[in-house]
């Protein structure tokens, strides 16, 4: 029905997004990271993490280095091209929970 009436749709793993516009995750994360930060974002910056869920977020996956989704990404891993560097073994709250204490191991918390 989106497209019918001329807007983009992604499914998400718990609803669908519309819009309409050329705009996508990582066009916006671009946008906010310059002008409210002041930051560039680039592929392959230590300090950036991305994760998500469904395959609205392909754009995210493709261009960052360290994207991750969590596992419920898996019932949409095949309708996009670029899936993440890391899919959890835990879906949804528990699978960010995952990712949290992956990066606190990794800085040694």
Known sequence: LF???GATAKVSSIHVNGWYGEYDKLGMARR???EIFGRTLRPDDPTVVFAGDSPNDEPMF???RHGV???NFRNFANRVK???RWITAAPGGAGFAELTDALL???GA
């Open 3 to 5: 497209e019918e009436a």
């Open 32 to 34: 906010i990271l310059n």
């Open 62 to 64: 493709a261009y960052l």
């Open 69 to 71: 989704a969590v596992a």
């Open 82 to 84: 670029h899936k993440p």
């Open 105 to 107: 191991a990794a800085r």
